[in-house]
């Protein structure tokens, strides 16, 4: 069954550090680009940052840069997103998805996982 699982959501206080991962089974990582988006409750699904399929420099959506690093590793068939500095405009679920080159087309991810769900409040 081809799946992506994230993990890895929390409550953080403010200032907080929190490590999302994402899983693939059934199909192989290293062949896609792969993101990581969040949505807040009444708002729309936006990116947060993209990491291509070799490595390649990385997206990060301009909130999220200096705190928030994208990483993957193809053997383990993982991505992670390492936030630090969390705020409260930072709670929302969050997802990863996959997509066949680099872009923040969100149409252009087909596979999805569930979400995980990250709040950062005091």
């Known amino acids: 069954q081809v799946r992506l699982v994230e993990s890895g959501g929390d409550w953080v206080q403010p200032g907080g550090s929190l490590t999302l991962s994402c899983t693939a089974s059934?199909?192989?990582?290293?062949?896609?680009?792969v993101g990581w988006f969040r949505q807040a409750p009444g708002k729309a699904r936006r990116e947060v940052a993209v990491?291509?399929?070799?490595?390649?420099?990385?997206y990060y959506e301009d909130s999220v840069k200096g705190r928030f690093t994208i990483s993957r590793d193809n053997a383990q068939n993982r991505v992670w997103l390492q936030m630090d500095n969390l705020q409260p405009e930072d709670t929302a679920i969050y997802y990863c998805?996959?997509?066949?080159?680099?872009?923040?087309?969100?149409?252009?991810?087909?596979?999805w996982g569930q979400g995980t769900q990250v709040t950062a409040s005091s």
């Open positions: 998805a996959t997509a066949a080159r680099l872009t923040t087309y969100i149409p252009h991810f087909g596979q």
């Open positions: 059934g199909f192989s990582l290293q062949y896609y680009a």
């Open positions: 990491i291509s399929d070799n490595y390649q420099a990385p």
